[in-house]
């Protein structure tokens, strides 16, 4: 958690300034779409891909992360979904989850697009409606679109059959992989492998939520896998603003009107929380 480290610090005036100038943005816009990748939970303790510590740092993502890896070999590709599904089902949501969380469901305008597989944003927004005082129908609304599928999801390889999994992952050998109950053909995680296309449907909704938005609010990401990479610029093009919070610069900085230097635990409840809420998750530096 290098980068993490680095940029835990005290706020200086020019942060303060730019997270104002972000806020005042945010207020008055009228669609927010926010789009968020590893950094955002990596204060969880969840590994990001890239960086000193990332893991593409100690693992070859073409040995784990594609359909020909699959297709050579699932037991090792099992191996270690299974080990990803442990560490981050051990992880809780941060201060930056819970504020994005509070942000979707009092703002019908704001939507959250991700492309974690970690589940943290849900398990912020079942934590947010079980405190506060939400309309109704807000936390279906509120439900992240998510680009690269679920850890905690399988997909059948016979009938596409898709389900709900948290079971631990057993293997040891292929014959203990797991199955499909309905065809018995491999199981394999429901997320996007290198060289995959996003389901159309989902990526559709993403790109109508940037070219709608008035602001782009980018958290967490290296900004360096496309499609994701390329919503801020779809809002750009279409004459939105982006912002950016990341403790690094990034390829989208360059776009960014506003580039706020720091962890997205630190920054987004300053951003996003507001003054009737909670101020359990506000940050004091
Ligand atoms: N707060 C905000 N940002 C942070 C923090 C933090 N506490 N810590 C690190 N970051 C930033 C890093 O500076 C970096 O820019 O988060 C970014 C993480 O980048 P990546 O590891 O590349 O993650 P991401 O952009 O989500 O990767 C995209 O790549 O391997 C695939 O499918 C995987 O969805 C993933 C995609």
Known sequence: MEQTRRADRTLSMHDLHEIDQARRLLDSARGILILTGAGVSAESGVPTFRGPDG?????????????????????????????????????????????IARLTLRNADARLVTQNVDGLHELALEEAVSEGNFPGDSAARAAPIRLHGSLFRTRCTGCDN??????????????????????????????????????????????????????????????????????PLLTRESGGVVVEVNPESTPLTAIAVSSIRGRAGQILPRLLTVESEPSRNRVVD
Not at 59 to 64: M, N, T, V, W, Y
Not at 179 to 194: G, N, Y
């Open 55 to 99: 893991l593409w740092k100690s693992h070859r993502p073409e040995a784990l992360a594609t359909p020909e890896a699959f297709q050579a070999d699932p037991r090792l590709v099992w191996e270690w979904y299974g080990w990803r599904k442990e560490r981050v089902g051990a992880c809780r949501p941060n201060a930056a989850h819970a504020a």
């Open 162 to 231: 898709r389900t709900s999994d948290r079971h631990p992952v057993e293997a040891k050998s292929e014959a203990s992989l797991p199955r499909c109950r309905k065809c018995a053909a491999l199981l394999r995680p429901d997320v996007v492998w290198f060289g995959e296309g996003l389901d159309p449907e989902i990526l559709r909704q993403a790109m109508e939520r940037a070219e709608t938005a008035e602001v782009c609010l980018v958290v967490g990401t290296s900004g360096l896998v496309h499609p994701a990479a390329s919503l």
